[in-house]
């Protein structure tokens, strides 16, 4: 058994910790308020601001990367059942869900509209991540977009009842499923296995 730290050892770790989480940009923002506010005067065009930008992309990766190594750590010291690696190296399982947790992420900030050009939410982008992270299941697109969905007054909102049987039976018992895989899931950007150590991302003085 790990013996419960002391009150220093516990001030020292989490001292520790908040070093660490201040070299990341974005974690920065969410702890201390003079660099939320720096930023907050950047300008328009900066990679800050721009979610398709390289520089974006690369601190959205950091950022996720950390609190996957984090989640490796605290997982493997309270003997989860679950093999994310360390934080030296993650393990597939944490690999798989770092995409997930970017993706998500992104999905939220750019979506992709479709030809038809109605109303496109992020509900409704389906990225190649977004599976079970335990059988790689994938995702169910929902039958429709997520602002046409409605169900009879007096039903509960659930994914059976927005259809009739039929429609139930085509589209979650057939193996052909209508689903647009977004581009925002192709692992981008192209490469996620540089080493965070060699691109350079700080939080700044």
């Known amino acids: 058994q790990t013996p419960i730290p002391t009150n220093d050892e ?16 974005w974690m920065r923002y969410a702890c201390d308020m003079r660099y939320k506010e720096a930023c907050a005067k950047l ?4 990679f800050f601001n ?13 950022y996720y ?6 989640y490796a750590s605290e997982i493997s010291a309270l003997n989860y059942p679950v093999d994310f ?37 992020f509900r409704d982008t389906m ?19 997520w602002l046409e969905l409605k169900v009879e007054d007096g039903k ?5 009842n927005l259809l009739d049987k039929e429609e139930n039976e085509e589209i979650f018992f057939t193996p052909q499923r209508k689903s647009t895989v977004s581009s925002l899931g192709a692992n981008s950007p192209e490469s996620v296995t540089f080493d965070l150590r060699r691109i350079g991302i700080s939080g700044g003085d």
């Open 10 to 25: 516990m001030v020292q770790m989490n001292q520790e910790r908040l070093d660490e989480d201040m070299k990341d940009p």
């Open 43 to 46: 300008p328009e065009d900066h």
């Open 50 to 62: 721009v979610a398709s930008s390289d520089g974006y992309k690369l601190a959205e990766y950091a």
């Open 65 to 70: 990367y950390r609190w996957t190594q984090l």
């Open 85 to 121: 690696g360390d934080q030296e190296k993650l393990s597939p399982f944490a690999d798989r869900f770092l995409q997930l947790a970017i993706d998500s992420g992104r999905v939220r900030r750019t979506v992709e509209q479709d030809e038809s050009g109605k109303g496109c939410t």
């Open 127 to 145: 990225c190649k991540s977004f599976i079970s992270l335990y059988t790689c299941t994938p995702s169910l697109p929902l039958p429709k977009y």
């Open 156 to 160: 509960p909102t659930r994914i059976m």
